[in-house]
């Protein structure tokens, strides 16, 4: 079993800046793939960002790319989410996730195994 926590969600004009930060405990994790995907209301989950276990490849959705950078920080058991440049249509609820897929970045829901909880946030106009 693995648990993510996730936080650092929260209102935001747009222009601006959060990061988010997920928390995983219950395996290596330093040893597994991580990512972050966001649903907003009404709309499929959606795959933002994903980082391989060394942090060597990273890979991102079209519509955050630029703006968005995944990190990780393995001694901490932590991955993170740094997302400027916020428009509206980034609010959604934001999700990280956990992989035991062999290719280093993937971006399909089903190739990941266990999710947080997930962490809303709001961008206003």
């Known amino acids: 079993q693995v648990q993510l926590i996730e936080s650092g969600g929260g209102l935001v004009q747009a222009g601006g800046s959060l990061r988010l930060s997920c928390t995983a405990s219950?395996?290596?994790?330093?040893?597994?793939?991580m990512g972050w995907f966001r649903q907003a209301l009404g709309k499929e989950r959606e795959f933002v960002a994903a980082?391989?276990?060394?942090?060597?490849?990273?890979r991102y959705g079209n519509s955050v790319k630029g703006r968005f950078t995944i990190s990780r920080d393995n001694a901490k058991n932590t991955v993170y989410l740094q997302m400027n440049s916020l428009k509206p249509e980034d609010t959604a609820v934001y999700y990280c996730?956990?992989?035991?897929?062999?290719?280093?970045?993937?971006?399909?829901?089903?190739?990941?195994?266990?999710w947080g909880q997930g962490t809303q946030v709001t961008v206003s106009s």
């Open positions: 980082i391989s276990w060394s942090a060597s490849s990273t």
């Open positions: 219950g395996r290596t994790f330093s040893s597994y793939t």
């Open positions: 996730a956990f992989s035991f897929a062999l290719h280093p970045t993937p971006v399909q829901r089903h190739e990941y195994n266990y």
